[in-house]
C-alpha cells in the first residue's frame, strides 16, 4: 500500500476554474515532488521540493503553482488551465534530499479532466 | 546528462513464461537504477532498485534484474509469468551526484496470455 496519499482522485474543471491537488505523506520523506503523466507515456517531472523549499522547476507553465506547506504536505494549485493539460498528476516523495539512491514512492494519482 | 531505453514498447509471453524486459542506460556517473510497475488506472510501484553492492537486485512478486555496467544494461526478468503481472513497466535512473531528477524510459507494455 502507497503511503502517499493523493486527493482527490478524480477533478473535472473548467478552463475559468481555480482548483488543487492535494498530496500527504507521513514517512517523514523530506522531498516531495509532482509529476505528469499523459496516457501511455512515462511520468514527466513538473516540480521537485526539497526541505520544503522549490528545488527544480521543470518549465512548467504559471497556471500550474506548486505549494509546500510543511514537511509532509504539498499541493498544486490549479488555474486557467487547457484540454491539453488533463492527465494524471501524480505526487511522490523520498527520504532526504540530495542523495539520490533513495527511492521515490509514489501515490496513487489524481486523475484531471479539464474542459 | 542520463537516459533510459527500453526496447521493445510492447511485450506478450504466455503464462509460466520467462519475462525478459530490456532497459539499457546512459549516464556519465555511476547511476542509480529503478524498475516500477504501473497497474491500470493506478500510480507507480517500486519493484527493485540497484544504488551499489550486489550487481543481482531481488524485488517484489518474483522480479529481479542484473545491473551490468560493462553493457549499461539493467534488464528486467522473472522466470514463470502469471496473468497478474500484466501492466506498463518503466525503467528509471538518477545519477550519483545530487540529482534529484528520476528519468524514466518510455515504458514497456507487458501482456500475458493465457
Known amino acids: 500500500d502507497t503511503e502517499v496519499t493523493q486527493t482527490p482522485k478524480h477533478l473535472v474543471m473548467g478552463m475559468t476554474n481555480k482548483k488543487s491537488l492535494k498530496c500527504e505523506q507521513h514517512?517523514?520523506?523530506?522531498?516531495m515532488y509532482w509529476y505528469k503523466q499523459k496516457a501511455k507515456k512515462p511520468p514527466e517531472l513538473m516540480f521537485v521540493?526539497?526541505?520544503?523549499?522549490?528545488?527544480i522547476n521543470e518549465s512548467v507553465p504559471s497556471r500550474f503553482s506548486p505549494e509546500c506547506p510543511n514537511s509532509s504536505l504539498l499541493n498544486l494549485h490549479l488555474h486557467a488551465l487547457q484540454p491539453e493539460d488533463s492527465a494524471l498528476y501524480l505526487c511522490?516523495?523520498?527520504?532526504?534530499?540530495?542523495?539520490?539512491?533513495?527511492?521515490?514512492?509514489f501515490g496513487e494519482g489524481s486523475w484531471l479532466t479539464v474542459v | 546528462a542520463q537516459s533510459v531505453t527500453q526496447l521493445g514498447s510492447h511485450v506478450s509471453v504466455s503464462e509460466g513464461a520467462l519475462v525478459l524486459l530490456r532497459c539499457n542506460y546512459s549516464?556519465?556517473?555511476?547511476?542509480?537504477l529503478f524498475w516500477y510497475v504501473q497497474y491500470p488506472n493506478q500510480g507507480l510501484q517500486l519493484l527493485l532498485k540497484?544504488?551499489?553492492?550486489?550487481?543481482l537486485v531481488k524485488g517484489i512478486n518474483g522480479f529481479e534484474a542484473e545491473f551490468k555496467k560493462s553493457e549499461t544494461s539493467f534488464h528486467l526478468t522473472k522466470p514463470s509469468a502469471h496473468m497478474s503481472d500484466a501492466a506498463e513497466y518503466f525503467c528509471?535512473?538518477?545519477?550519483?551526484?545530487?540529482?534529484?531528477?528520476?528519468?524514466f524510459g518510455t515504458g514497456t507494455r507487458l501482456t500475458i496470455i493465457p
Open positions: 511522490a516523495s523520498s527520504q532526504g534530499g540530495p542523495s539520490s539512491g533513495n527511492t521515490i514512492y
Open positions: 514517512m517523514g520523506h523530506r522531498a
Open positions: 521540493y526539497s526541505y520544503e523549499k522549490l528545488s
Open positions: 549516464s556519465s556517473v555511476p547511476p542509480y
Open positions: 540497484y544504488t551499489t553492492g550486489a550487481t
Open positions: 528509471a535512473v538518477r545519477t550519483f551526484f545530487g540529482n534529484e531528477k528520476l528519468t
